[in-house]
């Protein structure tokens, strides 16, 4: 499959470095230099995932990620490029959606290794897997959707992958490290806070389509299952 991977950077230097690192990978580049231009090739093009720096020109990379969660309620991944390292940066960037974060000055290998996770991540679930209900949600795993009373969850893909490991093993409690361990698969975050906010929006999420009913219930010292 030939990924289309849209690079938001308005420094042409680091921008065009991107572009060449994604396409020594065999990766089809889409360059955008201001959150304007994003929005514009967002809308022409779905692109298979999203290199977002912060602050750029007009719409900043905050707005430009809001925009597409909120608003265009758009699933596509997201992996955050920054010189903001702060954890309450990397916590703030998680609520809003993002899928990942790489603290600027970066590696090639470390860019080429997250884009190829979050592609993998997308895709990784074969297509004949039977959908998993519980309560009034249903997940089909091929197609990585999920619907709450027939209405799709836009959900980001780490969520997904969170949602599905509870619906695949309803009894099994999972701790935070070991939902760490098997949907980061050695991601760029070591903290438990990182679960707990995902944990939340998708809680969230919920909530707003079935305030009646409880989909994630915490066991606490422990982790998570379904109640």
């Known amino acids: 499959m030939d990924y289309r991977i849209l690079v938001v950077e308005d420094e042409p230097d680091i921008n065009n470095l991107l572009a060449r690192i994604l396409r020594e990978e065999d990766y089809k580049v889409l360059q955008a230099f201001s959150g304007t231009e994003a929005q514009m090739a967002t809308e022409r093009e779905t692109p298979d995932l999203i290199l977002l720096d912060l602050m750029l020109p007009g719409i900043s990379g905050e707005e430009f990620l809001r925009e597409l969660r909120e608003h265009q309620s758009s699933p596509v991944p997201v992996i955050v490029i920054s010189a903001k390292g702060l954890l309450e940066d990397k916590v703030s960037l998680l609520k809003m959606g993002a899928d990942d974060y790489i603290t600027k000055p970066f590696e090639p290998e470390e860019v080429a290794a997250s884009v190829q996770a979050n592609l993998r991540r997308w895709g990784k679930e074969p297509e004949a897997e039977k959908p998993l209900t519980y309560k009034n949600l249903k997940l089909s795993p091929g197609a990585r959707k999920v619907t709450l009373r027939g209405k799709e969850l836009a959900l980001t893909g ?18 935070r490290e070991l939902l760490y361990e098997q949907v980061w698969h050695g991601g760029y975050y070591g903290e438990n806070n990182t679960v707990n906010v995902h944990v939340s929006n998708i809680r969230k999420k919920i909530k707003e389509e079935d305030p009646g009913e409880e989909y994630i219930q915490t066991v606490y010292g422990i982790g998570f299952k379904l109640p």
């Open 158 to 175: 780490h969520e997904f992958d969170i949602l599905y490991l509870l619906m695949k093993n309803p009894e099994k409690v999972y701790s």
